[in-house]
């Protein structure tokens, strides 16, 4: 059973720039849940996807978002890139919504210069 | 909301040693807690949880331990081997806010050989 996929796994983007990232999960799961991890903040929860609708939503501001598509997979955006933008996106599949296990990619790296 | 604090942030062991890394939630609303290792260039990896309607959960050199009244869950991994070093993040999430985890600030565990 292949994992959860995210692409790109490395993305190097200039200030004010947006960015798409990408998440396909477990086959089978409808959950997808997006993270950022950064070594001050550590991981930090941006918002859930469970059947193409936002779950949940972390203390963000609105230059992040996502959607999720009716194949479960997952994309999340942020536009107006900042320096503090750079950090390692994590997305974390789960069957359902709500006190289940939750496996993550190996995540993508994204640095703004 | 939920906060969960993790203790120590570093951990050194001889090898075949154990190591215990604990720690502690606020909301006694949450009742899922997963713990999770994460290796260099990796995303994170689950590797035992545990629900509010349990006091322990082992698995092989494993174990995972809750006193709900406390509020405080610990990690332990018994007979460490090199291969155990990584950061370990343990994380709390209640049904209600779907699959959100509220994670630790991590600990850095080192296996010495």
């Known amino acids: 059973k292949a994992g959860v996929t995210q692409t790109p796994r490395y993305l190097i983007k200039t200030r004010g720039q947006q960015v798409t990232l990408s998440c396909s999960p477990i086959?089978?799961?409808?959950?997808v849940s997006w993270y950022q991890q950064t070594p001050g903040q550590g991981l930090q929860f941006l918002f859930e996807y469970f059947s193409e609708t936002q779950r949940n939503k972390g203390n963000f501001p609105g230059r992040f978002s996502g959607r999720q598509f009716s194949n479960s997979r997952s994309e999340m955006n942020v536009s107006t890139l900042e320096l503090g933008d750079s950090a390692l996106y994590l997305c974390?599949?789960?069957?359902?919504?709500?006190?289940?296990?939750?496996?993550f990619g190996q995540g993508t790296r994204l640095t703004v210069v | 909301g939920e906060n969960v604090e993790q203790h120590p942030s570093t951990l050194s062991v001889q090898e075949g040693d154990s190591a215990v890394i604990k720690c502690t939630y606020s909301?006694?609303?949450?009742?899922?807690f997963p713990w999770y290792k994460q290796e260099l260039g990796k995303g994170p990896q689950l590797i035992i949880d545990?629900?509010?309607?349990?006091g322990e959960k082992k698995d092989q050199r494993i174990a995972v331990t809750l006193n709900k009244t406390a509020k405080h869950f610990s990690l332990h991994i018994t007979e460490t081997q090199p291969e155990d070093s990584a950061v370990y993040f343990c994380?709390?999430?209640?049904?209600?806010?779907?699959?959100?985890?509220?994670f630790g600030e991590g600990t850095q565990l080192t296996v010495n050989p």
């Open positions: 545990i629900r509010s309607n349990v």
């Open positions: 994380a709390a999430s209640q049904e209600t806010s779907g699959s959100r985890l509220t």
């Open positions: 909301d006694s609303a949450s009742n899922y």
């Open positions: 974390a599949s789960s069957f359902a919504t709500g006190g289940t296990e939750a496996f």
């Open positions: 086959s089978g799961h409808r959950s």
